[in-house]
């Protein structure tokens, strides 16, 4: 079912992320969604965001936002931390993810992206052939259209952890 939808990983937070780990690993840049990955639903950038961003930034990741949302969101939200951003990205559409790629100057091989839905973020991450992170959704406060991918979401997401886990019981 949807293997295309699966994401590479799966956390319960994108701040629960050991991003070193990425970076020791050879990853340079991070691609983020915005909403309920980062931030709640059209929340402003807030002190955890910004500390975290700036963060892997002092890492040496480069950063970059890549939203459906139209410039404003986006720009707002990255003027609390000074990344890059692409805005009406077309998500589940790769071109916005190699657009940041492009911006950035890494490949998809030294490319990682977090998102918290299957059916735009981790499908297009999956289409650009980055490594793709799923986290869960910070709050379920949502518009109707976001609650109604949730429902249609959870069957796969349930497929992908019931074969992850029988995977992970089978290698131990």
């Known amino acids: 079912m949807g293997h295309f939808l699966y994401p590479d990983e799966y956390y319960s937070s994108t701040y629960a992320i050991n991003f070193e780990k990425y970076y020791r690993k050879g990853y340079r840049a991070v691609l983020f969604d915005i909403d309920n990955t980062l931030v ?13 961003l700036r963060g892997l930034m002092d890492i040496g990741f480069k950063v970059c936002f ?7 969101r986006v720009a707002d939200f990255n003027a609390a931390v000074g990344a890059n951003y692409i805005y009406k990205a077309g998500k589940p559409k790769a071109r916005g993810y190699r657009e940041a790629m492009e911006l950035l100057g890494t490949t998809a091989d030294t490319t990682l992206f977090v ?6 973020d981790i499908w297009g991450a999956n289409r650009a052939g980055i490594h793709s992170i799923l986290v869960k959704i910070i709050s379920k406060k949502e518009k109707p259209h976001i609650i109604l991918k949730r429902v249609l979401e959870q069957p796969i997401l349930k497929a992908y952890l019931k074969k992850h886990i029988m995977k992970s019981d089978y290698t131990s």
């Open 66 to 72: 890549v939203s459906n949302n139209d410039e404003k």
């Open 115 to 120: 998102g918290d839905q299957l059916f735009t």
């Open 40 to 52: 709640m639903h059209d929340a402003p950038a807030n002190e955890r965001s910004t500390r975290f």
